[in-house]
């Protein structure tokens, strides 16, 4: 595999260090790594020697275990951290935790945390590089990667005139904000539309068309993105009724009819079937839901890598 690398930062840790050009260098990067991941033998030995660090103190599923795959097809070393189990939950401080860990030498360190501004506090400080994997409410800039990463293969790398609604509980879904600046980037429409105690505060400054109805927000759209109720972040009194919720803003297949024929949904899960879309529309052939975990691993591949050989060192296989 023949790469000159052009990603010149240190770390990730928000969308909007990308640029269209950086974003599609990423893109055919893990489209490369999307083969290697269907072959028998899933691994190069493009990063033998690195290590990376997954230091995840929210709970994870796909994040962790892609990264995890990630690396490990990529022939790095890695090594799982959690909160518990770790000193942290004897007080010691992130930024404590943090020199420890990078005491060992790690080559990048993937962290996720409750905290807004924990990955930048990091970046700021340590000398290896640093993925943000989720921080607070704030950004999950690999989400929004892989999404994209999906989106281009289904609409075969055309976003202009794509109009993409995403639906649910925008407020406290750093999902949303990611993919809002990155598709918005890439010359998506994006639309919202969710319950109005859910609406982020200042919203009317987003490059978004905000939504009342949700028959009206379906119209013409190429792609609809549910979103998970972040009850673990909700203080009390934004929802008084889980079940008026889900009569409302659950996606149905009679609801899914009025966007236009052919149109996606994706998710970026975990999904509450029933809650957030249908159980019939998770299962169907317009859901995204499974390929954009998929797609997960290489594009975390593809971010490796980048940050592992940026300066424009040739890497060849
Ligand atoms: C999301 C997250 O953690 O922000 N999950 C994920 O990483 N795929 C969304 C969620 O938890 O609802």
């Avoid at 807004?116 to 340590?126: C, E, I």
């Avoid at 009206?216 to 929802?239: F, N, S, V």
Wanted: with cysteine; charged share 25%; net charge neutral.
């Amino acid at each position: 595999m023949e790469n000159t690398c052009i990603w010149p930062h240190k770390d990730y840790i928000d969308v909007n260090q990308l640029t269209p050009e950086l974003a599609n260098y990423l893109m055919d990067l893990a489209e490369q790594f999307r083969q290697v991941n269907n072959r028998q033998v899933k691994k190069v030995p493009t990063l033998r020697g690195r290590s990376v660090v997954l230091f995840f103190s929210e709970d994870s599923t796909r994040t962790r275990t892609s990264f995890d795959m990630a690396g490990k097809r990529l022939s790095c070393d890695t090594f799982a951290l959690g909160k518990s189990g770790s000193s942290l939950n004897k007080g010691e401080s992130l930024k404590d935790t943090a020199l420890t860990l990078q005491a060992m030498n790690p080559d990048v360190i993937v962290i996720r945390h409750s905290s807004s501004g924990a990955p930048k506090f990091l970046a700021d400080r340590l000398g290896c590089s640093i993925i943000n994997a989720g921080d607070g409410w704030h950004g999950h800039p690999t989400q929004a990667l892989l999404d994209l990463f999906t989106l281009r293969r289904r609409w075969n790398g055309e976003f202009k005139d794509k109009e993409l609604l995403i639906v649910g509980d925008i407020a406290h879904s750093r999902v949303a904000r990611s993919n809002v600046d990155l598709l918005t980037m890439m010359g998506v429409k994006v639309h919202i539309f969710g319950p109005s105690t859910l609406m982020p505060a200042g919203v009317e400054t987003w490059p978004v068309t905000v939504h009342k109805k949700f028959k009206e927000a379906l119209e013409g759209k190429d792609a609809i993105m549910c979103l998970r109720l972040q009850q673990e972040r909700m203080r009390g009194g934004l929802l008084p009724d889980l079940s008026e919720y889900s009569n409302t803003f659950c996606l149905t297949p009679e609801l899914l009819r009025l966007a236009k024929p052919g149109c996606l949904v994706m998710h970026p899960g975990p999904i509450m079937r029933g809650m957030d879309l249908s159980a019939e529309i998770a299962d169907s052939v317009e859901s995204t839901i499974l390929e954009q975990v998929n797609a997960g691993v290489a594009t975390r591949m593809a971010l490796l890598m980048a940050l592992c050989t940026r300066n424009g060192q040739e890497i060849s296989e």
